[in-house]
């Protein structure tokens, strides 16, 4: 059977943390999302992206494999669970060998917590929460079959598993989407080049037909009327409202 | 909190592993009575959603993916909404000022409440004539309860003055497709999106305001349809447009006329259409001639290029849809500007067909019901006229009074401030409305809202608006009493009850009919359930504009919604307008000659800037619901405003400092937020907040001539660093609004992030 997997378009992505506030909704977790939105760069753009889990498949998870406890267990069906709490030795070693950055440690409940791809949902064949909500479908949940039919590769996407990090490479059940002509993200040379200064990927608040979009206004003759003004009410010196009127509120009544 | 160990079956704690292969394990230990099928209570797209319900309490929300506009799709509003239910805040009991406007308000009985309301009505209206006594309605609310609160202010309290918060949010539009359409409708369901070749969005921050939209956007994305954004801000969908068009708040006509003037210098009017479908095109052709893009260009702030290829881009389309909301439409010429919306529509052929059209995208969960139904100053149910004597009529038969005893047209809801001022309003009954957040120029309204002799509010939590008030009554949230609403298409759907109100609390639809009861017109309004209310709707509305005769609840789930008009229990509703005719005798459009009039406040010396208000995606309306949520008040806790890095530099001030900005009305402090994706002579601030956080307090009164909107997009202001934070500035962190924007990679259990220590 084809694999179900999470494609992530960060190009459809608003940044209004849907997912996060599903994911807290999730009955295994809730109060708790294991998925991030970051704006990537807000004075510049209001560009945004999510991470989440990739739940890598070659090598088999980075996480699972440096975890001297084995607490990262993995489901047959390629899901890579978060650490089973009752081995979990707190060493965080998984936290800091995931490539995404994606593990966050639960220090009061001493174990590693993330993405489980809704195991309590897909495992009975219901889409994750973040993918159900998204309201762009920046985050899409199904086969790469599925994804093609829904029409989104038409405009030159193209889905991408297969990440560089130097000499090591990750393959994911999820997909990133990117343009036509990447096979693959090289992660480091990408954060080689920030770090470098070289800006010129970076997106800026304008698009690509306008260099420069934010014009002074002038006037300039075209046909005006005017109206007379129609404000509600004459308007008195300013003065400063009254202090409002006490107020008891009822105690509250919890159902 | 620690992960919930019941997740597994029982006994299977010991020995699961997931290596061996075996059947799995997991399964919520979440225990759900039910699952009950309805929407969500916010914005007009009114997305489907399941609410879980255990033990009688509304616990939590499931995506419901047979719903056609979201598929399971939700916004963090809608995931978040079932929260307001249960919540500690919730009104449980009615409030009084027992002894006059300086006292407390303090719990009292249902039976003293009500005795209140009815005496106190009836020596106003005794002393000073029944319209002293003013209905103040809202729009998110059913069908049924807007009818009911039309029905109860002319027939029980016989008050001329009755209006509804519609008239800040949709008035304009209803304005343009009255005068120019016929009918006042978007003319397309949202899924004609995926059919366009062109989409126009002109001032709606699609991305923000109605986030399952941008679903369908994208989708018509991914087939080739092209975008076109004109948005003073850099909008999240602005973000990937075709062609931007950051143009100056206030300028749509204008914008609007020189693309219609390239579409014609162009060839790319549709002959064909205008001869046969429309009138009045000659004068509108010779007023647009006189704005040519390179002067415009200069009013509204563009490049001339970009409105040519703009205007070039929407002509040669085969179909292109124009959508339009606030951002337009709060104006003091609103009307004006989706009357050149839709002359740009109608000249090059767009309507009618798949994909063609002109849609205004309603803001309020029920704006596009609540408009119809008859709680409008000059409006009976179905979209007729209260000065038209067959329609005057008519009600009068259904509702079984006499004509003469019908009141006629009375205040809009912006022209009932000063009538309070002026005491000729005396009494007000309030409900589903907080204008203590939504009304422009606070301090006047503050002003007339105190200056009432008696001020009833109906609302389930304890709005600004209700600390003013002298009853208090609390009612019911949208999970607890079935109804219909009508979304941005025009679609009629239902919320189905999952829980009842908590004890204390009593459902909206009761406390009307009850108050009605008392003031002696019991039996105009003897309903027994919302069904009762909605049966009379539709005999109301049958063969108005807005005709629901065909509708039954039954319909509705049938359908997944039925679209009005639906004459005949036959009719399977309307999906598409205009595939023949438009809604005036002889069945042709209007064109309407539009004329560039500025915005009231030009920026000048002493307010240099251009200031516009608008909404962020994690509030809805007033906040009143929103700011009461943890997650959505966390995302965005207090106002904050956005400035560009430009006149941010040459001021002096850095990201995250406090900012004064003042406009002719007041004052506002709060967190400046430096950013590129503003135009450097605009300043925006989300108007969501109450209290000195109100970005109302800023905005101009002005209105819009014909419809009376305010014009909350556009006012001249000034902005400087603050001399010291504001008072509420003393519960909050400074730094916190930067920490929010960069609050991404932590479980907020884990508190500050454990990574390795480098030496």
């Known amino acids: ?255 | 909190m620690s992960v919930d160990k019941g997740i597994f079956h029982e006994g299977q704690r010991d020995t699961y592993d997931f290596h061996e292969g075996k059947e799995t394990p997991w399964r919520s230990n979440e225990e759900v009575d039910r699952y009950v099928p309805t929407h969500c209570c916010y914005c007009g797209v009114q997305c489907g959603m399941n609410l879980k319900v255990s033990g009688g309490k509304v616990v939590g929300v499931e995506p419901r993916y047979d719903f056609p506009v979201n598929r399971g799709m939700l916004c963090p509003k809608g995931s978040t909404v079932y929260q307001t239910v249960n919540h500690p805040d919730r009104l449980t009991s009615p409030l009084m000022r027992r002894n006059g406007k300086n006292s407390p308000l303090e719990p009292v009985s249902w039976n003293e409440a009500l005795d209140a309301i009815t005496r106190r009505f009836r020596e106003i209206q005794g002393q000073h004539g029944n319209d002293a006594v003013a209905v103040y309605s809202g729009s998110s609310m059913t069908n049924e309860k807007c009818y009911l609160m039309g029905k109860f202010a002319r027939v029980a309290l016989q008050t001329r003055h009755c209006d509804y918060n519609g008239r800040l949010c949709m008035s304009s539009a209803t304005g343009a497709n009255e005068r120019s359409l016929g009918i006042d409708r978007a003319a397309n369901p949202i899924s004609d999106m995926l059919h366009a070749d062109v989409i126009f969005v002109i001032g709606a921050n699609v991305g923000e305001c109605f986030p399952i939209v941008t679903s369908w956007l994208w989708r018509a994305r991914d087939r080739g349809a092209k975008l076109i954004v004109a948005d003073p801000r850099q909008t999240p969908i602005a973000r990937t447009a075709d062609i931007f068009l950051p143009l100056r708040s206030g300028t749509d006509s204008a914008l609007l006329n020189a693309m219609l003037n390239v579409v014609i210098r162009e060839g790319l009017v549709d002959e064909e259409f205008i001869r046969s479908r429309t009138n009045g095109w000659d004068e509108t052709k010779a007023l647009v001639e006189q704005y040519p893009p390179e002067r415009v260009a200069k009013v509204c702030g563009l490049r001339p290029e970009t409105i040519i290829d703009a205007a070039r881009l929407y002509g040669r389309a085969k179909a292109a849809m124009i959508y339009t909301a606030r951002g337009l439409e709060h104006q003091s010429k609103g009307v004006d500007n989706g009357v050149a919306a839709v002359n740009l529509a109608l000249a090059t052929g767009n309507f009618g067909r798949p994909g063609a059209g002109y849609m205004t995208l309603t803001g309020q969960g029920n704006g596009q019901g609540g408009r119809e139904m008859g709680q409008k100053a000059s409006q009976l149910p179905g979209e007729r006229e209260i000065e038209n004597p067959e329609d005057r009529a008519y009600i009068a038969s259904v509702w079984g009074i006499d004509e003469k005893d019908l009141p006629h047209a009375g205040y809009p809801a912006t022209l009932m401030i000063p009538a309070m001022l002026r005491e000729e309003i005396r009494g007000c009954f309030m409900i589903c409305s907080n204008p203590m957040v939504s009304l422009p120029d606070q301090h006047t309204t503050e002003r007339a809202l105190r200056a009432l002799d008696f001020f009833v509010v109906c609302d389930f939590f304890l709005s600004e608006t209700c600390e003013l008030a002298d009853v208090v009554l609390p009612g019911n949230v949208w999970a607890e009493e079935e109804g219909t609403t009508t979304n941005l298409e025009g679609r009629v759907i239902k919320y189905n009850r999952a829980v009842d109100p908590p004890p204390g609390a009593r459902l909206d639809w009761q406390i009307v009919c009850d108050l009605a009861k008392r003031l002696g017109k019991g039996q105009y309004f003897a309903y027994k359930s919302p069904r009762d209310i909605f049966d009379e709707l539709r005999i109301a509305t049958k063969g108005g504009k807005a005709d629901y005769f065909g509708i039954t609840y039954e319909k509705i789930e049938l359908q997944n919604g039925v679209f009005w008009p639906c004459p005949t229990e036959e009719s399977q509703g309307t999906p598409r307008l205009y595939e023949e005719s438009f809604g005036f005798p002889d069945g042709k459009a209007k064109f309407h000659p539009i004329t560039y009039l500025p915005p009231a406040e030009e920026p000048d010396d002493d307010y240099p800037m251009v200031l516009t208000t608008g909404r962020v995606i994690y509030h809805y309306l007033s906040g009143n619901q929103t700011r009461r949520t943890p997650f959505l008040l966390e995302q965005a806790p207090y106002p904050w405003v956005e400035i560009h890095e430009r006149t941010a530099n040459e001021l002096g001030i850095r990201d995250s400092d406090w900012v004064t900005v003042r406009t002719r009305r007041g004052e506002l402090t709060a967190p400046a937020l430096v950013v590129k994706s503003i135009r450097p002579d605009t300043l925006f601030i989300p108007y969501h907040y109450g209290h000195t956080q109100a970005a109302n307090i800023l905005t101009n009164p002005v209105l819009e001539p014909m419809n009376k909107i305010p014009e909350y997009k556009v006012c001249a202001a000034a902005i400087a660093k603050a001399t010291q934070p504001p008072d509420w500035a003393k519960d909050v962190n400074p730094a916190q609004l930067r920490a929010a924007r960069g609050r991404r990679r932590r479980l907020p259990s884990t508190g500050e992030p454990q990574g390795p220590t480098v030496q």
């Open chain 1, 1 to 255: 059977m084809a694999v179900k997997r999470i494609f992530l378009d960060p190009s459809r992505c608003i940044g209004c943390r849907s997912c996060v506030a599903a994911c807290r909704e999730c009955d295994t977790h809730k109060g708790e999302s294991m998925i991030f939105i970051d704006y990537i760069n807000r004075e510049n753009t209001v560009a945004s992206s999510p991470t989440l889990c990739m739940h890598c498949e070659e090598p088999v998870a980075p996480c699972a494999q440096v975890c001297p406890a084995q607490a990262i267990l993995i489901s047959p069906d390629g899901v890579v669970q978060q650490a089973d709490e009752t081995r979990c030795i707190n060493i965080q070693n998984c936290v800091y060998v995931c490539p995404f950055g994606v593990p966050k440690f639960d220090g009061p409940g001493r174990f590693m917590r993330k993405c489980n791809l809704c195991y309590d949902r897909t495992s009975v064949g219901k889409p994750p929460m973040c993918t159900s909500v998204c309201p762009t479908q920046a985050l899409f949940y199904g086969t790469y079959e599925e994804w093609v039919q829904a029409g989104r590769g038409q405009q030159g996407a193209k889905p991408v598993n297969v990440f560089y990090f130097g000499q090591q490479r990750v393959r994911t059940r999820n997909y990133v989407v990117m343009r036509e002509q990447d096979d693959a993200l090289d992660l480091m040379a990408l954060a080689e080049e920030a770090q470098l200064g070289n800006l010129g990927n970076v997106p800026i608040s304008t698009t690509a037909q306008e260099s420069e979009a934010w014009v002074e206004a002038g006037n300039a003759g075209i046909p005006e009327r005017s109206a007379p003004p129609q404000p509600w009410a004459p308007r008195t010196p300013q003065e400063v409202p009254a202090q409002p009127v006490p107020v008891t509120t009822p105690e509250p009544v919890h159902h």
